[in-house]
Each structure stands twice: as structure tokens, then as C-alpha cells.
């Protein structure tokens, strides 16, 4: 592919206009395959989002981008750089902390009781940039230094390899922090220096218990992700039609245990979903026999 000069301003950067056709071409492409609904409102928020990506192959127009993105090549090498730029990443420490304070006070000894386990597996799909997978490990291990003892793997799954990176790296800015229990953050974080000021680190302690994978909800590989005991889907289904959603609930339903846990965001519903969920309390549903 030949590459053209990116259109600069004296003054600085001219935006690169993504015309409606080219809109198309992207917006059909992302629903079918991340499931991500874009419809012609949010011609100005692809557009915006994508400049960086025309702007770092030096490529002027959106037609010779969108040629190139659906070229051998560029699914191979771009596909990944553009979900980056175009999901939402929006997600922080212990968000709806409603779901964790059921954990700790009933969910999990019910659940490790009727079950009569001591080991469990838990999976946070879509966990963006990490702060819910560490969230959970925080949950767990303070479950278990208080409760009893037990073992524990959480896995983090995410579209996009730019925060499956980040979320390895674990490493946060204080305002990010700031939604920790200062008891919590001391036991758990590091405080960075130098380069690293105003950042925490989280701790191998946290760390030890959760892998992080870049896996599509929309993928017929669910049996890949394993069988869980509990599974957190959280503020994602809102970005699907009812057909995804209910594509995606009975998949994550084949992967969660009977008598386990699955919580959603506190706007999403299974209303209208023929699913083996029972709801015990707004968001969280126990997956039936």
C-alpha cells in the first residue's frame, strides 16, 4: 500500500473528515464483529478517535485507511490498533460496589458452603484497564485472611490488547486510587517514586491470582475462557442490540457453574431472556441447575 503525506496546518493538525460512506463501511464492520453499535450519531466520535491512527501511518484520507484496515495486512497488523481507539475503556475500583459488599457479606459463604468447595474461579470479562479483576483478588484475599482459607483464580479478558497490557503492567494514577479504602491501599499497592510519582503499583499478592487474555464476546470460543464460579460482564451489554445481549448471556450462562454468580451493570436486565438465571438482587443472578 502507498502511504500519503498526512495534511498538516501551519498552525497544527487539520482534522481528516470520515465521509459518510467510509462512516458505513466502518460502522457495519464493528457491530458484526465486536458487536459495538454505531450508529450515524457517532460519525464524529469515530472520527475524532481514529485521526491518531491516520496520523501514525501517515495516511490522509479515511478511504485509503479503510482499504488498508480491510486488507490482508492491515487485519493483521491495524485491526487491533482501531478497536483501541474505538471502544469505551470507562471502569474503576470497586464500581458498583454493591456487587462486592454481597460477596463478603453472604454470596460467597453461601456459595462455598452449598458447594462445599474451597478453591474458586472467577472471570471478569471485559475488565477493560484491570481495576475490576484487582478489585475482585482484593475482595477474595481479604475473604480469606478473615473467613477461611481458600484458593483462588481470576482471569481478565478484554477486546483490546492495549488494556490487556495495561492491566498487566498494574500500575494506576492516585485519582484512580482514590476509590480505595486507604486501609486497603497500604496493604496492597506500592507507592511509586520518581518517575512513577503520584502512580501506585499493585502488589504481588493481587497479582499472583489473575491472567489476563484478550477474548471477543462475540466469538464462538466461549469454551476457551473455562468453566467459572462467578462471572462479572458488567456495563458491556448496553453497547449491544437485544440479540447480542441474549447471544452473549447464554454463553456466559454455558461457562458459570450451577448455583454460581453472575453479575451485570446496574442498567442491564436479562427481562425478556429465556436464560437458567434466577436474580437475587438488583444485577446478580445465581445460575439455576
Not at 6 to 25: M, Q, S, V
Not at 68 to 81: A, I, Q, R, T, W
Not at 100 to 127: E, H, I
Given at each position: 500500500?502507498?502511504?500519503?503525506?498526512?495534511?498538516?496546518?501551519?498552525?497544527?493538525?487539520?482534522?481528516?473528515?470520515?465521509?459518510?460512506?467510509?462512516?458505513?463501511?466502518?460502522?457495519?464492520?464493528?457491530?458484526?464483529?465486536?458487536?459495538?453499535?454505531?450508529?450515524?450519531?457517532?460519525?464524529?466520535?469515530?472520527?475524532?478517535?481514529?485521526?491518531k491512527r491516520l496520523k501514525a501511518l501517515n495516511i490522509s484520507d479515511f478511504k485509503t485507511y479503510n482499504d488498508?484496515?480491510?486488507?490482508?495486512?492491515?487485519?493483521?497488523?491495524?485491526?487491533?490498533?482501531m478497536i483501541d481507539e474505538v471502544s469505551t475503556n470507562k471502569t474503576d475500583?470497586?464500581?458498583?460496589?454493591?456487587?462486592?459488599?454481597?460477596?463478603?457479606?453472604?454470596?460467597?459463604?453461601?456459595?462455598?458452603?452449598?458447594?462445599?468447595?474451597?478453591?474458586?474461579?472467577?472471570?471478569?470479562?471485559?475488565?477493560?484497564?484491570?481495576?475490576?479483576?484487582?478489585?475482585?483478588?482484593?475482595?477474595?484475599?481479604?475473604?480469606?485472611?478473615?473467613?477461611?482459607?481458600?484458593?483462588?483464580?481470576?482471569?481478565?479478558?478484554?477486546?483490546?490488547?492495549?488494556?490487556?497490557?495495561?492491566?498487566?503492567?498494574?500500575?494506576?494514577?492516585?485519582?484512580?486510587?482514590?476509590?480505595?479504602?486507604?486501609?486497603?491501599?497500604?496493604?496492597?499497592?506500592?507507592?511509586?517514586?520518581?518517575?512513577?510519582?503520584?502512580?501506585?503499583?499493585?502488589?504481588?499478592?493481587?497479582?499472583?491470582?489473575?491472567?489476563?487474555?484478550?477474548?471477543?464476546?462475540?466469538?464462538?470460543?466461549?469454551?476457551?475462557?473455562?468453566?467459572?464460579?462467578?462471572?462479572?460482564?458488567?456495563?458491556?451489554?448496553?453497547?449491544?442490540?437485544?440479540?447480542?445481549?441474549?447471544?452473549?448471556?447464554?454463553?456466559?450462562?454455558?461457562?458459570?457453574?450451577?448455583?454460581?454468580?453472575?453479575?451485570?451493570?446496574?442498567?442491564?436486565?436479562?427481562?425478556?431472556?429465556?436464560?437458567?438465571?434466577?436474580?437475587?438482587?438488583?444485577?446478580?443472578?445465581?445460575?439455576?441447575?
Open positions: 500500500m502507498e502511504l500519503i503525506n498526512y495534511k498538516n496546518k501551519a498552525d497544527g493538525f487539520t482534522p481528516i473528515r470520515l465521509t459518510n460512506h467510509e462512516f458505513n463501511r466502518l460502522s457495519v464492520f464493528i457491530e458484526n464483529k465486536y458487536g459495538i453499535r454505531m450508529p450515524i450519531s457517532k460519525k464524529s466520535m469515530l472520527q475524532g478517535r481514529l485521526q488498508y484496515l480491510f486488507s490482508v495486512e492491515g487485519l493483521s497488523n491495524e485491526l487491533s490498533n475500583f470497586f464500581r458498583e460496589k454493591i456487587h462486592f459488599d454481597f460477596l463478603t457479606s453472604d454470596g460467597l459463604k453461601q456459595y462455598l458452603n452449598d458447594n462445599r468447595k474451597n478453591n474458586l474461579s472467577v472471570w471478569s470479562a471485559a475488565c477493560s484497564s484491570g481495576e475490576e479483576p484487582y478489585s475482585i483478588s482484593i475482595t477474595l484475599n481479604e475473604y480469606k485472611a478473615i473467613h477461611r482459607n481458600i484458593d483462588f483464580q481470576i482471569l481478565g479478558t478484554d477486546i483490546s490488547n492495549k488494556m490487556i497490557s495495561f492491566a498487566q503492567k498494574g500500575i494506576y494514577g492516585m485519582d484512580k486510587a482514590s476509590a480505595i479504602p486507604q486501609n486497603l491501599l497500604k496493604k496492597y499497592f506500592l507507592r511509586g517514586k520518581n518517575q512513577y510519582t503520584n502512580k501506585v503499583k499493585v502488589k504481588d499478592i493481587l497479582k499472583n491470582n489473575v491472567v489476563f487474555k484478550d477474548f471477543n464476546l462475540l466469538s464462538a470460543n466461549y469454551h476457551k475462557a473455562g468453566k467459572h464460579d462467578i462471572i462479572f460482564c458488567r456495563n458491556v451489554l448496553i453497547y449491544f442490540d437485544q440479540n447480542l445481549q441474549y447471544r452473549v448471556l447464554r454463553n456466559l450462562c454455558q461457562q458459570l457453574r450451577p448455583g454460581g454468580y453472575l453479575f451485570l451493570g446496574h442498567t442491564e436486565s436479562i427481562i425478556g431472556f429465556s436464560l437458567p438465571l434466577i436474580q437475587v438482587k438488583p444485577s446478580i443472578f445465581i445460575r439455576t441447575a
